[in-house]
């Protein structure tokens, strides 16, 4: 089955600094692999999606992601982070094989300090 | 931008007792799906459903669950008799063609479900 590990529990930077939230995963196939982040008292927002192709993937607010098969990994990173960007993160992912089942990480609270 | 809608935004029921969680998808979405979050947990995937039949349930949704589009714009979830650990956010979803594990599941802003 499928899963994701995200390490950290707690991210901290200083705003104006680059940011990165950790992503592991584990899929029998080709992993369709998400972002989405959860301000408070709000659902989860789509953030960005590696489906094929580049594996620089561009999404929302400034984000990005970097697709690595042999480290199994995909990092969400920001160039320079804003104190609006303090959420919490959540990487999730999808085997080819399993249409409906996404299975999400247990989250990472990204806290950015002005 | 079309969103995904829940109400309510919590709901407080006693052990027992029978709740519905009702969900809005976006119109032109496919595919329904529900999901819950124990607090300080993961969010786990419950249900998903399509033309009108569940298509694809995890362990966790037993008999006590059950969905339902009673017309053409909700979509909801029911737990026959609460328990306490049934206590935790409940995420509702659309996408817009299912049966693609390429296609981006939109998440409502969740119910909070509390069992005193």
């Known amino acids: 089955a499928q899963s994701v590990a995200q390490p950290e529990d707690q991210v901290n930077v200083a705003e104006g600094n680059p940011l990165t939230v950790k992503c592991t995963y584990s899929v029998s196939g080709n992993p369709y692999l998400f972002w989405y982040v959860q301000y408070p008292n709000r659902g989860l927002q789509f953030l960005l999606k590696?489906?094929?192709?580049?594996?620089l993937v561009k999404g929302s607010y400034g984000f990005e992601a970097e697709f690595n098969k042999s480290q199994t990994s995909f990092h969400l990173k920001k160039p320079s982070a804003l104190v609006s960007d303090s959420a919490l993160y959540f990487c999730a992912v999808r085997d080819k094989g399993n249409n409906n089942d996404m299975r999400f990480g247990a989250g990472t609270r990204l806290t950015v300090k002005p | 931008e079309p969103e995904v809608t829940q109400t309510p935004s919590h709901q407080v029921t006693q052990m027992g007792q029978e709740v519905i969680l009702r969900c809005v998808p976006i119109?032109?979405?496919?595919?329904f799906y529900w999901y819950r979050q124990i607090l300080g947990q993961k969010v786990e995937f419950l249900v998903s459903f399509y033309n009108n039949e569940i298509s694809e349930k995890s362990e966790i949704f037993d008999d006590q669950f059950s969905v339902e589009r009673p017309d053409g714009s909700n979509f909801t979830l029911k737990i026959r008799s609460t328990k306490l650990e049934d206590s935790a956010m409940y995420f509702c979803?659309?996408?817009?063609?299912?049966?693609?594990?390429?296609?981006?599941?939109?998440f409502g802003p969740g119910t909070r479900l509390t069992v005193l």
């Open positions: 979803a659309s996408s817009v063609v299912g049966g693609s594990s390429t296609d981006t599941q939109y």
């Open positions: 119109s032109n979405h496919l595919y």
């Open positions: 590696y489906i094929t192709g580049d594996n």
